[in-house]
């Protein structure tokens, strides 16, 4: 018997290492945006199905413009822009977590150190890079001669409203994904919320020129305001007031539904 | 050395000189050193020492354990429990120890020194600042429309934005709050040990932590540190106030205005977790948290707390609501400022209610430095339930312990009374059908599942808690394989590697000992079943964890892949690692494990070594005569005694000696055409459960 022999370390490794939480989101970001990039059909539903609808609208209403004389393409850009968000952040991470709870792979993670935020955090980075793409070419797209759209001076502020935007709408995802059991349920009850809301939120005409019900409807749907706050920065259209309402609406949005999200996400 | 020996789940009695069994101090850190260690040790300490030793048990914090040992009778201050704990860990000896690493069940974290846990901190803070601050005003619009004061929100959309807005901006102030009280502790000579986000699931609050508070030679100073964190809200506060009553009468500044004087005064109330108890206390000299204010903590009292705060909230807002609504804003501040103080209050009330575990010191007599011995003898496992031997070979530390498992699910019982250990460094075989209960005990071990009832304890940790370190430890592939199926097999173990916190080189390593480097930029959707197999068998090793568990790796495996996998899985044995090894295989488990225990319908029927298995449950060795040489009865007499039976072309016997009998057999018929069988595995499978193995 020896006294105080108690030198073996706890574990073969020691304690964590310093990073590794910053490593982990990396590492688990980076195998999310190359699961993105290699799904042809998640990127035909990110990038080019919006394009098509946006072009489709600058088509046909080429030329005309608003009651207040605003062009209709500077009015359709933004909220068609921010429904291809809305639905990339929605179907995106909706999709992907029930295929990995269905392929196992979430369980493979709940036997690693890596807990439900990091899983979270590390998908909503990839959709905000998505986010931030589409904005890019849409608006690259329709600032092209044929379509003529004004890009605004602040529009350096949709940053903070895509941020914020894809937060909303990512958390929505994630409350999708704990509800829908397989990957193709995600994409009916996606649309089943997003198409509605869509017509209820502004996206496809000035909400001034609706009835006064679903004016008051559009006021609790998150699209109403990443639309308006695309519209805003992008466009120029509204006040810096507007700007700041849109911003902390959504991420009033997002903290609760992401709140709810992470309690209801499950493992298998 | 004696003293009461631990009862298997009851939480043992110590006193001086008590041998320590392996469960002493249930699930904890005690465990967790003994199991580790597995050697003898002798740990000298005296009454105070030791009461903080058994405090320490499940906590992770200096002071709460000190607070423990107190009210458990044996008076020590914070800074002696800190210099004990330091002394041992700075010679090394008791890592396990440190208080601040590897907390169950809590997530408080400093916010400094670590940068991925300040990380973490700072993201539940602004999660639940924003998250708090949308319910208190959701609870606010409530109370608003109950009391019949809507004027004052209705039609002002605007001035919720600002309360919003306004409740975010607390979160700054709370910062600067905790700096102040930090900046105060430094000033008059207290340790500041960090500033941490206090998460417990429901509430969240910052706090400064300071350590030696309480060793402070002078009371006023103690109430300094403490009307700190209020004097620096109210000189906050004031600014604001200067600015808007200088003319800019927007609504943020008339909110923060209203919320920030809200927050500082009723952070002087006299409540639990509150500033103004803070001084209070200090003031009359007495402990951070007094015996009295024990009824306030309890959860039953929190409720009825929060239900007052409610009501109170209610009734402050009717009487003041004339002054109110003349302030821009005004009723929805004092909703949030009101609703948001007291959830405040009522959280930190109910933060020390963790049970105390007996342990039966007494305080030592002032001064004295009675020497305490704690021994520990690593004995085999204890005593199993029923009749199975359930203990490793002698000598062995226990990588893992089975107590009394029950899984019940809704309609059916997964595992119905398990028991067992397991060694450090064995190769242990679970085996049954499928059905049997062989998953759902490995997802228990691995934390996967929580067993219903019952003790698992892998490494000394409890799995269920999923402890980082425990984690780190262990290595699973489970029985389907999970991938990142778009990635190449190179992506994946690195992938896996940095979520393990492993070196990434390790992941090539991995990919070299299962044989799979030429696969290495190949996607895993494109790889064979075997391949695929062993890219889950390499990502569970690469990190080189402690305690393996291999849920039937061979299973659809075509012959030539299982028999390398089997190559593979036989060098795992040399290097010391646990391994947990799940089949149906019956000649697998033969071939591989030190021990098995055979899993019958949730039920362990038997653990032992292989060769003991059969040798005791297995039979006699069969002999099998062609019946064209000798007919049953025949066979009968030149064996007399045997067991004999006609099976298809042959009589089967089951001699006592096989010796004598193949002897006899020779000399009366010659042995050409006649067969012997040596009992195997599945004929003790056969015997104790009634059911042949489908598959071999």
């Known amino acids: ?78 909220g068609i822009l921010a429904y291809g968000m809305a639905n990339g952040a929605i179907f995106g991470v909706g999709y992907t977590l029930v295929q990995w709870r269905a392929s196992r792979l979430l369980l493979l993670l709940k036997l690693t150190p890596t807990s439900r935020l990091e899983v979270l955090l590390s998908r909503y980075l990839v959709a905000l890079a998505v986010s931030l793409a589409q904005t890019v070419v849409s608006v690259a797209v329709v600032s092209l001669p044929p379509f003529g759209f004004h890009l605004s001076v602040r529009w350096w502020a949709a940053v903070p409203v895509v941020a914020a935007g894809t937060a909303a709408f990512f958390a929505l995802g994630c409350l999708v994904s704990s509800v829908a059991k397989t990957p193709d349920v995600v994409g009916g009850i996606a649309n089943a919320a997003l198409v509605p809301m869509a017509f209820f939120s502004g996206v496809f005409f000035p909400l001034p020129a609706v009835v006064g019900w679903i004016h008051g409807v559009s006021t609790v749907l998150p699209l109403r305001y990443l639309s308006e706050g695309l519209s805003a920065t992008l466009a120029g259209t509204g006040s810096w007031h507007s700007v700041l309402v849109c911003t902390a609406v959504l991420t009033g949005f997002a903290v609760v539904l992401l709140g709810l999200a992470a309690k209801a996400l499950r493992w298998r | 050395m004696t003293g009461p020996a631990p009862v298997p789940g009851r939480r043992p009695v110590l006193t001086r000189r008590t041998v320590v069994g392996a469960r002493s101090f249930d699930g904890d850190r005690w465990t967790r050193l003994l199991g580790e260690t597995g050697q003898d040790t002798v740990v000298r300490l005296n009454d105070a020492q030791f009461a903080l030793l058994a ?62 846990s300040a990380v973490r901190g700072w993201v539940r803070v602004v999660l639940a600042t924003g998250t708090g601050s949308l319910v208190a005003t959701a609870l606010g619009v409530v109370v608003l429309s109950w009391t019949g004061v809507r004027d004052a929100a209705a039609g002002r959309p605007t001035d919720w934005v600002a309360t919003v807005l306004a409740a975010l901006l607390l979160l700054p102030r709370g910062l600067l709050h905790e700096l102040a009280h930090a900046a105060a502790a430094s000033a ?45 809200d109210l000189v906050l506060t004031a600014v604001v106030g200067f600015v808007w009553h200088a003319g800019w009468h927007g609504d943020l500044v008339a909110q923060s205005f209203l919320l920030g004087t809200v927050a500082t005064a009723g952070n002087l109330l006299v409540l639990p977790g509150l500033d103004g108890h803070r001084a209070v206390l200090a003031a009359l000299g007495l402990s951070a948290r007094p015996r009295w204010t024990r009824p306030v903590r309890r959860p039953a009292t929190r409720a009825a707390l929060l239900g007052l705060a409610v009501a109170g909230c ?24 009101l609703a948001g103080l007291l959830l405040t209050a009522a959280g930190h009330s109910g933060r020390t209610t963790r049970p105390v575990p007996a342990v039966g010191t007494r305080p030592a007599p002032r001064g004295g430095r009675t020497v305490t011995t704690v021994e520990h003898n690593w004995a085999p496992g204890h005593a199993a339930r029923g009749e199975v031997a359930v203990a490793p070979p002698s000598g062995r530390p226990l990588a893992i312990e089975v107590r009394d498992v029950v899984k019940q699910y809704p309609a059916v019982r997964a595992l119905d009374g398990v028991s067992f250990d397991v060694g450090q460094g064995e190769f242990f075989g679970l085996l ?71 070196d990434p080189a390790l992941a090539r390593e991995a990919a070299e000992r299962v044989t799979l480097t030429a696969a290495w930029d190949r996607r895993v959707d494109q790889l064979s079943g075997g391949q695929r197999q062993r890219v889950a068998i390499a990502a569970a090793v690469l990190h080189h964890p402690r305690v393996l568990f291999l849920d039937e790796p061979t299973a659809a495996l075509d012959p030539d892949a299982r028999r390398r996998l089997l190559d593979l899985l036989a060098t795992l044995r040399g290097d010391g690692t646990t391994v947990v090894y799940t089949t149906h295989h019956l000649s697998e488990a033969e071939e591989l494990c030190d021990r098995v225990a055979i899993v019958d319908e949730g039920r362990i029927v038997a653990v032992d070594r292989p060769s003991d298995l059969i040798a005791r449950e297995g039979g006699a060795t069969e002999v099998f005569v062609p019946v064209m040489k000798a007919s049953l009865t025949r066979a009968h007499e030149l064996v007399p005694g045997a067991d004999a039976e006609l099976v298809g072309e042959r009589v089967r016997l089951r001699p006592t000696h096989l010796g004598e009998a193949l002897t006899a057999i020779e000399a009366a018929v010659g042995l050409g055409g006649v067969e012997t069988r040596s009992p195997r595995l599945e004929d003790v499978y056969l015997r104790l459960t009634g059911k042949v193995m489908d598959d071999e």
């Open chain 1, 1 to 78: 018997m020896s006294e105080l022999t108690t030198t073996a370390p706890l574990t073969a490794r020691g304690g964590p290492r310093p990073g590794a939480r910053r490593r982990r989101i990396a590492a688990l970001s980076a195998a999310a945006a190359k699961d993105a990039v290699r799904n042809r059909f998640a990127l035909f539903f990110n990038f080019a199905f919006p394009l098509v609808v946006l072009l489709a609208f600058e088509f046909i209403y080429s030329g005309q413009h608003l009651p207040n004389g605003q062009p209709y393409s500077d009015y359709v850009a933004p």
């Open chain 2, 55 to 116: 405090r320490s048990d499940g906590r992770r914090d200096v002071e709460e354990i000190a607070h423990a040992a107190t009210r458990a009778g044996t008076p020590v201050t914070t800074g002696q429990a800190e210099r004990f704990f330091d002394s041992l860990a700075a010679r090394g000896r008791v890592r396990w120890l440190t208080p601040v690493e590897d907390a169950p069940r809590r997530a408080t974290r400093p916010l400094r020194g670590e940068p991925a």
């Open chain 2, 188 to 232: 008059v000579g207290a340790q500041v040990r960090g500033i941490r986000a206090h998460w417990d699931g429901r509430t969240f609050a910052l706090e400064c932590r300071t350590s030696s508070l309480d060793l402070l030679p002078r009371r006023w100073r103690r109430v300094v540190v403490a009307l700190a964190g209020p004097a620096a």
């Open chain 2, 314 to 337: 209610a009734a402050a807002l009717l009487l003041l609501r004339e002054t109110a609504v003349a302030l821009p804003g005004g009723v929805p501040a004092l909703a949030v400022g």
């Open chain 2, 432 to 502: 049954g059908p499928n059905g049997a209960g062989k998953t759902t005990l490995v997802e228990t071990l691995t934390g996967l599942a929580t067993a219903t009832s019952g003790t698992v304890r892998v490494l000394g940790y409890d799995p269920a808690r999923r402890e980082g370190q425990f984690l780190r430890s262990i290595g699973m592939q489970t029985q389907t394989p999970a991938f990142f199926a778009k990635l190449t097999v190179g992506e994946h173990l690195s992938t896996m590697a940095a979520l393990q916190e492993a």
